[in-house]
């Protein structure tokens, strides 16, 4: 829902049989002889990857002699927005999110409470100026910055007392979303 079109390419497991399969140029894959009962399907995409979902999945109840569809799709830009945002998606069609964990190490133990800056330039040709957007991140070390244009080069840093991250530039792109993880570091 997110590019408006199949994850071609898109590896598909039938987990607990431990069988693959890779989805065709219209999306769609096949399992064949499948035992009956309730089985997990997912998949994986270099498109998930960059989202920050890293997969899809869903639960199939197998019926013997019967063919069942199982829909896997990434929720549109609205949805997500409605569930990480927490509103409507603003009618903006520039507006985006980025999301991520920080860390306090390399080992990925998370910093709660840690301030994540990401601030962009001013538009010259409209006479905006500079802006930028906060946030803490919650008890297990995430966060989630809505609103942010998806049409300015973007950059983000995250503190917390005496560590810090580098400021990193980036871009939303297309999708209008963007996973992020950051790691503090003692500063020089």
């Known amino acids: 829902?997110?590019?408006?079109?199949?994850?071609?390419?898109?590896?598909?497991?039938?987990?607990?049989?431990?069988?693959?399969?890779?989805?065709?140029?219209?999306?769609?894959?096949?399992?064949?002889?499948?035992?009956?009962?309730?089985?997990?399907?997912?998949?994986?995409?270099?498109?998930?990857?960059?989202?920050?979902?890293?997969?899809?999945?869903?639960?199939?109840?197998?019926?013997?002699?019967?063919?069942?569809?199982?829909?896997?799709?990434?929720?549109?830009?609205?949805?997500?927005?409605?569930?990480?945002?927490?509103?409507?998606?603003?009618?903006?069609?520039?507006?985006?999110?980025v999301f991520g964990a920080v860390h306090a190490d390399s080992a990925g133990v998370a910093r709660p409470g840690a301030v994540v800056d990401i601030s962009w330039r001013a538009d010259s040709a409209r006479g905006a100026p500079a802006s930028a957007v906060t946030a803490v991140a919650d008890s297990t070390g995430n966060y989630i910055v809505c609103g942010v244009p998806s049409t300015r080069a973007l950059t983000i840093a995250a503190r917390d007392g005496a560590i810090a991250t580098p400021r990193a530039a980036f871009r939303l792109g297309a999708a209008r979303i963007v996973h992020r993880d950051l790691v503090l570091s003692a500063m020089a």
């Open 1 to 97: 829902s997110i590019a408006h079109r199949p994850l071609r390419g898109a590896h598909v497991h039938l987990a607990a049989l431990n069988r693959e399969t890779v989805a065709d140029s219209a999306g769609a894959f096949r399992f064949d002889s499948v035992s009956a009962g309730v089985h997990t399907v997912w998949a994986d995409h270099p498109t998930l990857d960059t989202l920050g979902l890293f997969s899809l999945g869903a639960r199939v109840d197998v019926t013997p002699q019967v063919v069942n569809n199982v829909p896997l799709a990434i929720p549109s830009f609205a949805t997500l927005w409605q569930r990480l945002c927490g509103a409507a998606a603003k009618n903006d069609s520039t507006a985006g999110f």
